[in-house]
């Protein structure tokens, strides 16, 4: 949700405004943390952080999953920070205001999960992610071409942002089930990947 109210923020106070929003939620969750006690550990062996990030990287299976999530946010992060010109420029829309189409972000994410969750059980995670992938890709080529209609602009970037959110559920299943001793690092890795993928654009 961070996304669309970022956006709703700068409209209305600037572009300060989701800076303070950051501190903000910062400061509840960091109270948050200090407040809930640590979860006592399951029963088993503890594995070392070195041996950990050994056991990830020696795994094949677990590089190739990190690497299509490297690479597929590489894409969709790649064309979605020029959205909104995308939006200012073809509508003739402030800049301002052309950043609101990231509520759009917020509403089809929370549907997208809600919705992947349910399914993952019933059509398996493989399939979650490459459908979600695809909507993603076809949605991308096809926003190009909606510069005559606004209604239909947002409604492809919200398959767009439906795509990708509906296939992030089913990609942490996969990697969560590759190890059970290094679960932790798998999952982190992964998140990892996610946000290398999405600076490597902006940068």
């Not at 059980?121 to 071409?145: N, Q, Y």
């Not at 992964?190 to 993928?197: E, F, R, T, V």
Request: glycine content about 12%; charged content about 10%.
């Amino acid at each position: 949700m961070g996304l669309p109210i970022g956006a709703v923020a700068t409209s209305l106070a600037g572009w300060r405004a989701p800076f303070a929003f950051i501190v903000a939620v910062a400061i509840v969750g960091f109270l948050g943390v200090l407040r809930f006690r640590e979860a006592p550990r399951a029963p088993g062996p503890l594995v070392g952080f070195l041996a950990a990030y050994r056991r990830v990287f020696g795994d094949r299976q677990a590089l190739a999953i990190v690497s299509v999530t490297l690479v597929w946010f590489a894409g969709t992060m790649g064309l979605f920070i020029y959205v909104a010109e995308f939006i200012h420029e073809s509508f003739a829309i402030p800049t301002d205001r052309a950043g609101l189409i990231y509520i759009v972000v917020g509403l089809a994410g929370v549907i997208a999960t809600r919705t992947s969750g349910r399914l993952i059980a019933t059509i398996g995670p493989r399939r979650a992610v490459i459908g979600g992938i695809a909507v993603f890709v076809v949605a991308a080529f096809i926003l190009p071409l909606t510069r005559a209609s606004l209604p239909l602009a947002i409604i492809v970037f919200g398959c767009w942002a439906f795509g990708t959110w509906f296939a992030i559920p089913g990609q942490q299943t996969i990697v969560a089930g590759l190890s059970s001793s290094a679960r932790g690092m798998m999952l982190a890795l992964n998140a990892s990947a996610l946000n290398l993928g999405g600076c490597s654009d902006r940068s």
